[in-house]
C-alpha cells in the first residue's frame, strides 16, 4: 500500500520536567499520527545533537528552532513521500540533515517526524504500532519485555548523594507482564512505607523518573531497603537487581567518586564484584565512564557470563559505537534510546547490530518524558525482552507500562502472547 503524506507540522510542549519539547503531526489523507520527544539529563557526550534556542525563553530551554525546522524544511522534504516506507522517510530526513550528529535541523526535530510517520504508517496500514514496528524489525516474534523499574532515584535525577543513578527491580520470575508489573508496584508501595518509618515523609518525594529519592549516600544502603520490601512480599525468588551506574556523572580526572571517596576504574570494579557476590545483581548500566572503554573491557571478561553489562552513554544507541563495542568486547547489551541516534530507521538497526552479535536490548525512556508511549510498542515490536520506563509512578511513566497491559491483552486475545522469554 502506498499512502503520501500530505503534512508535517510541529508544535512546542512541555516533557516531564517542565522542559520544552518537540511534538510532530504527520498527516495523510485519512487522518494524521502525533508523537512527542523525550530528552535525558545524565545525556552522553557522543549523542545526537538536541537542539535548543539557548536564549531567554525557558531558561535557554525553547525549542522552537527544531520546531521551525520541521515546519519548513523537514516538512518540504516528506510531504509527497509514501509513509508506509520508513526507510524513505528516516532518508529523506538524514540526507537533509547531512551530519553525522544531527546538529543542523536537530536530533529533536528528526525524531519527532520520524516516530509521528512511524505511527501514522501503522494507522493508515489499520495495524497496531507493535506489529508495524515488527514488520520493519523482520520480527514475528511479539515479546512483552520485563520492566527494569527504577524504584531509588540518585545521580542527576535526584536531590540527594547517591552517586549510582538508578536502583531497579526487574520480575524476571512473573509470567505475564501484567504480573510482573503488579510485583514492581507492590515493591514500590512497601518500600514507600519503609523508607517513611526510616526516614520521615520528607524522603519519599520522588526524582525524576518516579522512584523515591530519600537522604542517602552509600551504594548498598537503597539495595538493603529495595530488598527488604522484596522480602516482606516474599518475591525473592522472582525478582532481580538492576542498576544504572550513569558512571559518566561521577567519573573526573581519570577517577570515580563514590560516596565521598575517590577510586580508580579496578577499584570501582572491585565494589561491584562485591556487590555482585552480595545481592546476585543482574544487570549492571553505565558502570564505567562513556569513554573508559578498558575498564569497561575488564568488566564485562570477568562477568559478563553471569551478569548482563548494558551500554547507555558508551553506545548511544549508535551503530558505529556498537561495532566499537563488539570489537573492544566491552559489554553484552545494548541500551536503545531513540532519541540518541535520532530516526526509528537508525535505532532498529542498532537494535539488530546487537541482537545479530548475542547481545540482549533494553529498550528504554529518558529521564525528561512525555505522555507519548512509542517505546512500549517498540520493545514489543522489536521482541527484545526488556524495558526500562522507571517507577510505577508519575504519568509519563505509567503511560508506557499502560500501553504494555493493552497490547498483551490484544495479544493475549489472539493466543500470541509471549512474556520476555
Ligand atoms: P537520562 O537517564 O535520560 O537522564 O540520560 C536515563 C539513563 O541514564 O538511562
Ligand atoms: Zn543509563
Not at 84 to 89: E, G, L, P
Not at 97 to 113: E, F, H, M, Q, V
Not at 369 to 387: K, R, Y
Amino acid at each position: 500500500m502506498v499512502e503520501k503524506i500530505s503534512r508535517v507540522f510541529a508544535r512546542q510542549v512541555l516533557d516531564s520536567r517542565g522542559n520544552p519539547t518537540v511534538e510532530c503531526e504527520v498527516h495523510t489523507s485519512s487522518g494524521f499520527s502525533r508523537a512527542m520527544v523525550p530528552s535525558g539529563a545524565s545525556t552522553g557526550v557522543h549523542e545526537a545533537l538536541e537542539l535548543r534556542d539557548n536564549d531567554h525563553c525557558f531558561l535557554g530551554k525553547s525549542v522552537t528552532m527544531a520546531v521551525t525546522n520541521v515546519n519548513t524544511a523537514i516538512a518540504k522534504a516528506l510531504v509527497g513521500l509514501d509513509v508506509t516506507d520508513q526507510r524513505v522517510v528516516d532518508n529523506a530526513l538524514l540526507a537533509l540533515d547531512g551530519t553525522p550528529n544531527k546538529s543542523r535541523l536537530g536530533a529533536n526535530a528528526i525524531l519527532s517526524a520520524s516516530m509521528a510517520a512511524c505511527r501514522e504508517s501503522a494507522r493508515v496500514q489499520g495495524i497496531p504500532l507493535h506489529e508495524f514496528i515488527g514488520f520493519l524489525a523482520a520480527n514475528d516474534r511479539f515479546v512483552l519485555p520485563c520492566p527494569a523499574s527504577n524504584l531509588i532515584n540518585g545521580g542527576a535525577h535526584a536531590g540527594n548523594e547517591l552517586d549510582i543513578q538508578e536502583f531497579m527491580v526487574m520480575p524476571l520470575g512473573a509470567k505475564s507482564f501484567a504480573e510482573g508489573i503488579q510485583i514492581v508496584a507492590e515493591i514500590y508501595q512497601t518500600l514507600k512505607k519503609k523508607i517513611v518509618a526510616k526516614y520521615g515523609k520528607q524522603a519519599v518525594n520522588v526524582g525524576d523518573e518516579g522512584g523515591f529519592a530519600p537522604p542517602l549516600k552509600e551504594v548498598r544502603e537503597p539495595i538493603e531497603l529495595i530488598l527488604s520490601a522484596v522480602q516482606e512480599l516474599g518475591y525473592s525468588d522472582v525478582v532481580r537487581l538492576a542498576l544504572d551506574s550513569a558512571a559518566s556523572g561521577f567519573y573526573a580526572d581519570e577517577a570515580y567518586t563514590l560516596a565521598g571517596k575517590r577510586l580508580s576504574g579496578p577499584e570501582l570494579m572491585e565494589v561491584y564484584f562485591d556487590l555482585k557476590k552480595t545481592y546476585d545483581v543482574y544487570s549492571f548500566e553505565d558502570p564505567f565512564a562513556e569513554d573508559d572503554w578498558l575498564n569497561w573491557s575488564d568488566f564485562t571478561a570477568e562477568v559478563g557470563n553471569v551478569a548482563q553489562v548494558v551500554g547507555d552513554d558508551l553506545l548511544v544507541s549508535n551503530p558505529v559505537r556498537i561495532r566499537k563495542a563488539l570489537m573492544e568486547e566491552a559489554c553484552n547489551a545494548l541500551l536503545l534510546k531513540v532519541n540518541q541516534i535520532g530516526t526509528v530507521s537508525e535505532a532498529l538497526e542498532a537494535a539488530s547490530l546487537a541482537r545479530k552479535n548475542g547481545w540482549k536490548v533494553m529498550v528504554s525512556h529518558r529521564s525528561g518524558e512525555t505522555e507519548d508511549s512509542f517505546i512500549a510498542d517498540l520493545a514489543v515490536g522489536l521482541g527484545c525482552g526488556q524495558i526500562k520506563s522507571g517507577a510505577p509512578c508519575r504519568s509519563e511513566r505509567t503511560a508506557k507500562y499502560n500501553q504494555l497491559l493493552r497490547i498483551e491483552e490484544g495479544l493475549e486475545a489472539r493466543g500470541q502472547t509471549n512474556y520476555f522469554k
